[in-house]
């Protein structure tokens, strides 16, 4: 599974951004797909995540940031809004297979400023 991420960039505090990423086509079914992020000098966390119509969130994400998945279960985006310099980091997009195997995409860099 190769796993394509788009739509980074530079946003003010207060802005909005929107992640997307598309799953190739591939033997292997996705079970779970989301985002997880890691910010310079931190440890990567989870941001969100969706599995069969059940969506997880960060706690800092809860009311800020959306993920929706597309019927075909190829392609989810991240819609994320009050961004905050916090927020600044690269953001991954991940995916967990059914053959119980994890997958990354590229980061794509998002940067908040103040």
């Known amino acids: 599974v190769q796993l394509q991420a788009s739509g980074g960039g530079s946003v003010q505090a207060g802005g909005s951004l929107r992640l997307t990423c598309t799953a190739s086509?591939?033997?292997?079914?996705?079970?779970?797909i989301g985002w997880s992020r890691q910010a310079p000098g931190k440890q990567r966390e989870m941001v969100a995540s969706?599995?069969?119509?059940?969506?997880n969130y960060g706690d800092f994400a809860k009311g800020r940031f959306t993920i929706s998945r597309d019927k075909a279960g190829k392609m989810v985006s991240l819609q994320m809004t009050g961004l905050r310099p916090e927020d600044t980091a690269v953001y991954y997009c991940?995916?967990?297979?059914?053959?119980?195997?994890?997958?990354w995409g590229q980061g794509t860099q998002v940067t908040v400023s103040s």
């Open positions: 969706v599995s069969g119509g059940i969506t």
């Open positions: 991940t995916a967990l297979g059914t053959d119980n195997q994890g997958y």
């Open positions: 086509e591939s033997t292997v079914r996705i079970a779970a």
